[in-house]
C-alpha cells in the first residue's frame, strides 16, 4: 500500500507559477498527476516513470514539468497558468510495473487526496 500527500495548492494570478509536491510513503515506479476541473472528467496532466521522461496533456505541454527525487518525491512545476487550469489536482503512483504501462491512460491503484489550484483571470 501506498500513501501519497499532495501540497503546495492554491490561488493565482494567471500567468502565475505554483509548484505541486506528493510525498509517497514507500518507493514509485510510475508517478502521475492528474487533475479535475468542475463538470468535467478527470484528466491525466503529466506522468513520469523512474529513470525517464514526463509525458504531458498537450493542453499543459511546455507549461508544467513533472519530476521525481529519491524515487518517493514527485513535484509539478507548473508556470505561465491559466483559468482554465483550475482544478483538484491528484498526484497518483503505482508499484513495480513495465514502462510500457505509464501513461496519461494507465491504471494508477494509489491516490493522493487532492490539492485545489485555482488560477483567476
Known amino acids: 500500500q501506498v500513501q501519497l500527500v499532495e501540497s503546495g495548492g492554491g490561488s493565482v494570478q494567471a500567468g502565475g507559477s505554483l509548484r505541486l509536491s506528493c510525498a509517497a510513503s514507500t518507493n514509485t515506479y510510475c508517478v502521475g498527476w492528474f487533475r479535475q476541473a468542475p463538470g468535467k472528467e478527470r484528466e491525466g496532466v503529466a506522468v513520469?516513470?523512474?529513470?525517464?521522461?514526463g509525458m504531458y496533456h498537450a493542453s499543459v505541454n511546455g507549461r508544467f514539468t513533472i519530476s521525481q527525487q529519491y524515487n518517493k518525491n514527485t513535484y509539478l512545476q507548473m508556470n505561465s497558468l491559466k483559468p482554465e487550469d483550475t482544478a483538484i489536482y491528484y498526484c497518483?503512483?503505482?508499484?513495480?510495473?513495465?514502462?510500457?504501462?505509464?501513461?496519461?491512460?494507465?491504471?494508477?491503484?494509489?491516490w493522493g487526496q487532492g490539492t485545489q489550484v485555482t488560477v483567476a483571470s
Open positions: 513520469l516513470f523512474v529513470g525517464g521522461n
Open positions: 497518483a503512483a503505482t508499484g513495480l510495473i513495465s514502462g510500457q504501462y505509464c501513461t496519461l491512460d494507465g491504471h494508477f491503484p494509489y
